[in-house]
C-alpha cells in the first residue's frame, strides 16, 4: 500500500476509534456479511496480484446473483453499514472498490475491507452525521481522486464538457427522512451542491458516442450514468467488463433485481437507460 493512502486509513481509523470501539467492531454488520467476505476472500487469494482492473472484475463477479435492495444505509445515527447481503448500485460499486483494495493490502482482512469502504463512502474518510456521506457520484469521483484511489479518465477519452447545477436533494428533503427530520442539514447540504457544481473539469461521453470512444475504456473502470434528471448528476453506476470482446456492463440492476451482467453491449444499455444522456469513466489507478 502507498504511503499517502495507509496514512489515509490511519487517520480515519484513529477517527472511528475516538468515536466508536475500533477496528471492525465500529461497522454495522452481521455474521453473514462476515461469511460472505471470508468466502469472498478465499477466492481472491490467488488473484491478488491481478492488474487492478482485472481484480475489480473478479471481486464483482465474486457478488454475482447478491439481490438488489435499495437504501440499506439509511439508518440513524450515521454509522458505517456494511451489508455484502444486499447492494443497489452504489453500495455494490464502494463495495467492490473496498474489497480489491483490500485484498491488494499487504495483510488482506475484514477490519482493512473496512476502513476502506469507510474512506470511500465519507468526506474524509470522517463520519460526523448524514452530511458527510458522499451522496452525488461526482464528489464522489473529486474527493476520491484527491485521496489517490480513482482517476477521472473522461475528458481523456475523448469526453465534452459538462456543466452541473445540482440541487435535488436540498429541493426535495421529504425524500430523505435525514434531512427531514433535520432541517438544518438541508442548509448543509445546499452549500455542498453549490461547491460541488461550480469545480472545473467535468466531462461525459454522449450516449451516442460511447462505441466511438469504447477502445481506452478498460475491464473494472467505473462508468458512471449521466442524467437528465433536473438537479442530479449521475442515476446509475456500474463496472466496464470487456468480455469475449464485446463491452458490457457488471451492476447491482434494479430491473434485474440483482447483481449481474448485463446481456446488452454497453452502447445498447446506455441508450435505452431512461433519463442517461452519457457516460464518465473512472478509473481505479491502485
Known sequence: MHMRLRMILILTACSVVGNCCGQAGYADYTDEDLEIWNRCAAILANKRTLPTGDLIIETAL??????YVASTLEKEPERLIVNLRELDCTTFVETVVAMALAMKDTVPSFDTFCLYLQTLRYRNGVINDYT???????????????KG???????????????????????????????KSQPGRIWTMREKEKEISLRDGYAMIPSERIHDCAEGMKSGDIVCFVTNIE?????????????????RLVHASLAGRKVMIDERPLPVFAAAARSAVGVIIVRIVQ
Not at 479518465?153 to 429541493?171: I, N, R, Y
Not at 448528476?233 to 463496472?239: I, N, Q
Request: with cysteine; charged share 25%.
Open 62 to 67: 465474486c457478488l454475482a446473483d447478491r439481490p
Open 132 to 146: 458527510d456521506r458522499l451522496h452525488y457520484f461526482t464528489d464522489w469521483i473529486f474527493e476520491n481522486s484527491r
Open 149 to 179: 484511489f480513482v482517476r477521472d479518465m473522461t475528458q481523456a477519452l475523448g469526453g465534452e464538457p459538462l456543466s452541473l447545477k445540482l440541487s435535488f436533494m436540498s429541493t426535495h428533503p421529504d425524500s430523505y427522512r435525514q434531512l
Open 231 to 247: 438537479g442530479l448528476d449521475v442515476s446509475h453506476v456500474g463496472f466496464v467488463y470487456r468480455q469475449d470482446g464485446v463491452l
